[in-house]
Every structure is written in structure tokens, then in C-alpha cells.
């Protein structure tokens, strides 16, 4: 159940400036508005919430009882107008997604819910929310529809279409980091963030012999830091990730880290209430 | 004990297979130039952004594991180790030059410290073998041999002996394992590992599992044929190749051999 209030927390102040200048970018390709209406409609119409209906399990206090109360908790922090329904699909992957653009609704892995901790909860889901509440949804079905669509026969220059790709997976990658800006709020924090990044970069249950506190990967994070200051290091990873729809773990980890440290977070908890 | 150096573990097919590289002058030391300026830079980038790099600070049991090896193996700097996340149950070393240790999650989360020990002796000593280079060439060939100027048909029985080559490294492996660890009943339940989970494999007579592998490899005629067949386009042999291989080189009285030479 929401609770929404006009005169709290809003997508801009916490949205990650990177995204809102990509985004601006993005609305500025031409015929846009005119695609985006198919896209609107192609939702509408779409199979996909019956799939998600038929096939995964539905997010209600009587089937998930734990994370429906986690939930509301993340909708709660993140002040949502609207309550997406969410459903909890069978499959081996920390991951989840959000679609639907007139009625929005998110799937998580169930391994994703199964190992992680209350606070990685909160983070997931309240990344996913982060989507629905900055509006990304709309956008990055765009950049899914647009992707195949140039990258299937289309008599389009390659010039063209990989410039258009590069853009809108530029744009995605800076729309992932305002998720995790979300998630952080909703967590209460930013140590359910890192914990569920690290499982990206290897934690997993059962592991004996490595400390996944998040102060020892300190280290790791100046490397990168140091990567990005040589110019063949940041060439290598730009075409890294010049094809991803995500930033890497490290790139992640450092952005929130720098931002729940920063006086933005902190000017947010403090103004809404939200430790 | 002396330094098992690589004489002693080495497997005559494998040993063959990196003579051959290094008997064709200059060829290993182009492939090293090109690994440490082209994929390992790379890898470098790829490994510390998204793989947990394990260090004496976060995973001091490993890192010590791996200097143990090393010294063992007469390796006196052991390679950067990262973790990565893998239902896999076998690791994976990459680059000649400087090369990095990629340790799958389920490794570590499946074995105890005497099993994770015995296993990662296989990460140095392909190392210290020369692996890395083979390693690379097999990479190469599948990422840029569909841009040769050579019929596929060429390139697949040349995969096919790349392949080749990459079974025999699992036998150098489990021989290195069993002369660092001096534990055949572990070597050998080690190379069970992923074959079904570990409360199961638990309860499976090694026994059995041995006298399976006899059979196996006393198959002659068209059995032969197929075992042999059956493998051709893989890159690791069944587990009970490498069983009976272990018994073989255990039972003939080599292993006792090499073991006293080391003392």
C-alpha cells in the first residue's frame, strides 16, 4: 500500500546528474515521441505481465510474507506514487527487471531473494523501483526495442545504428546508477548495496575463506581509479563496456560509495526522514 | 624436500605437446609479446572491475595456500587471484606473461582446507608447465580462426588437436597434486569433484570407483575406439580416464620413484 506525499522525496533529488543529461540526449533522437507511442501500446497489448501473471509468484503478504513487509518498506522510503506488482520467478541469477510502462510491475530471480540479507533486499528491490520512479522504464524498453531493431537486416547505415546504440546503452548505464542511488535509500544505507554488488564480483554462500567486508575491497577500487587514469586502460574498458546495458561491479561499487558518503545523501536522510 | 619441478609431473602427452611449441624458434616469446600487450591488458581491466581480487587482506588463507604451492613448485611470485562467481568446479589461469588466477565460487565454497589446498596445486603447476601458452593459442584460434584464409575443415582437426593437448594437462595436474600432497585417496576423490554433490560422492566406494576405471581403460577393439572417439572434441577426458591414469602411474611404482627422488 503507498503513501504517497506530493511534497516528498522526488527522482530529482537523487537522480544521478550523468542520467539526466544522457536522458535529455536520448529524447533528443528524432522520431522518439512517434516510436514511443508504439512502444506504449506494444505494452499494453504485450503477453508479458499475463506471463509474469501465469508463471511467477505474485508478492502478497500470504505468499512472501517477509518480503512483502520488506517491500512496503521500499515503497514507503522511496515515497512511490505507484505500487508496480511484484512477482518472484524461478531461475538462478542474482537479478531482476522492471517492464511495463502504463502499469509497471517488477520480476526478481529467486536466487536473488533466496541467499541475500534484509538490507540486499531493500537494495534490489528498491533499484528496481528507482526504474519505475526516474520513469526509465519507458526509455529502456525503448533502447531494448531500438537494439534488436538495428541489429537485425535493416537497410540503415552501421554508422548510424551504432551510434544510436552506443548512445542509448550510454544512457542505460548512467540510468543504472540513479537505480542504485534508489536502492541505497531504500535500504537504509549503503551496506546493503555493497553486499549485493560483491555477489557480482563473486560472494556467495558457504565461503569460508574470503572477508567480503566492504572496507577491504578499498584497494581494489584505487587500482580501478588508477586503470582510468592511463589512457590504454580507459580505452580498454570503455569497449568493455561501450556494449552494455550496465556498468561493471567496481564502477557501481565506487559510484555509491562516493554518493552515500556525499552531503546530497545526507541533506536527503535528514530532510525526509529516511534513516 | 626438493623443488618437483616440471620433469617430474609432467605427462609424456603434454610434454610432448609444449616441446612442439618450443621447438619452432621464437615462437613461444612472439606469443608472449603479443599475450602481455594485447588480452592480458584486457583481462587485467575485465578481472578488476568485475571479479573480487583476493588479497593477503581479505582472503589470507588462499594467498597463503598459493605461496606454499608456489614454493613448492620452485615459483617464487604467484600470479594476482580473483574470484569469480561460477557453478564450475575447476579454476582458470590466463596469460603467459603475467598471468591472473580466476577461482570459481563454488571451488571455494565446496571444499575444506586440505581438499581446496591439494586442488589449487593445479593453478601453479600449469603455470609453471608452460599451459599458459597453449592456453592462449587455443583462444586465438577460436576468437580470429573463422578470419583465416584456411577451410574450416582445417581448423577443427587443428582444434581438435589443441584439444588433445588440453586432456593431457588434467592427468599433469592430478600429478602434481598427488606429489604435493602425498594423498592418493584425496587426489583421487578430487577428481570426482562436480561429478554429483559432495554428501553423495561421500558415500561412493573409492574401491569401486578404481576397478571402474580398470575396466575402462582395459577396453580394447571398437570400445576403444569409441572411448577414444567419445572425447575427440572435448577438452577434458571423462573422470575415468584420469582415474585409471592415476592408478597406473601410482600402482606401476613410478610415483614411489619420483617421491624418493625428491626427499
Known sequence: ?275 | MKTITTEYFLHPGDEAAIQAIRKIPGFEKLLDYISKNSYEKVDLVQRTCCSLQLTENNAPKIIQMYARIGKAFGLEETPKVFLRRSYAMHNEVVGIHSPCILISSSVLASMNKEELETFLVADIAGFVAGHGTYAFIRRLISEFGGFLPVPREVLEIFLTAMNAWAKQRYYTYDRARMLYSDNYELVMRLIGFGEAPKEIMAKTDLDARIEQARSFSQMTGLQSSLKTASVLTKDKPWNAMRLAEMYNWVESGIYADIKEELQ
Open chain 1, 1 to 275: 500500500m503507498i503513501h504517497y506525499d506530493p511534497k516528498g522525496l522526488q527522482a530529482p533529488d537523487y537522480e544521478h546528474p550523468a542520467d539526466r543529461i544522457a536522458l535529455a540526449a536520448v529524447k533528443k533522437i528524432p522520431l522518439l515521441d512517434t516510436m514511443l507511442g508504439w512502444v506504449m501500446d506494444y505494452h499494453t497489448k504485450s503477453g508479458d505481465y499475463q506471463l509474469a501473471a501465469l508463471n511467477d509468484i505474485r508478492v502478497t503478504e500470504h505468499t512472501y510474507p517477509r518480503l512483502y513487509k520488506l517491500y512496503q518498506t521500499a515503497l514507503d522510503r522511496l515515497n512511490m506514487e505507484v505500487e508496480p506488482k511484484l512477482f518472484i520467478k524461478n531461475e538462478f541469477s542474482y537479478n531482476g527487471y522492471t517492464t511495463g510502462v502504463k502499469e509497471p510491475y517488477i520480476v526478481l530471480n529467486s536466487f536473488a531473494v533466496g541467499e541475500p540479507t534484509d538490507e540486499e533486499f531493500l537494495y534490489l528491490v528498491g533499484h528496481e523501483l528507482g526504474h519505475v520512479k526516474s520513469g526509465h522504464v519507458l526509455y529502456s524498453s525503448m533502447v531494448n526495442l531500438i537494439y534488436s531493431f538495428i541489429k537485425s537486416n535493416t537497410p540503415i547505415p552501421p554508422i548510424i545504428t551504432e551510434g544510436v546504440s552506443l548512445s542509448l546503452l550510454s544512457w542505460s548505464r548512467k540510468s543504472e546508477l540513479t537505480a542504485d542511488r534508489a536502492g541505497i535509500i531504500a535500504a537504509g544505507g549503503i551496506n546493503g548495496a555493497e553486499q549485493f554488488m560483491m555477489r557480482f564480483m563473486g560472494k556467495s554462500a558457504n565461503n569460508r575463506y574470503v572477508d567480503f567486508s566492504t572496507d577491504k575491497i578499498t584497494q581494489q577500487i584505487e587500482s580501478f581509479d588508477d586503470m582510468q587514469g592511463q589512457l590504454t586502460n580507459k580505452a580498454v574498458y570503455w569497449l568493455l563496456v561501450s556494449m552494455q546495458t550496465h556498468p561493471m561491479a567496481i564502477e557501481r561499487l565506487r559510484e555509491a560509495q562516493a554518493w552515500a558518503k556525499s552531503s546530497d545523501y545526507k541533506l536527503i536522510t535528514e530532510r525526509f526522514d529516511l534513516k
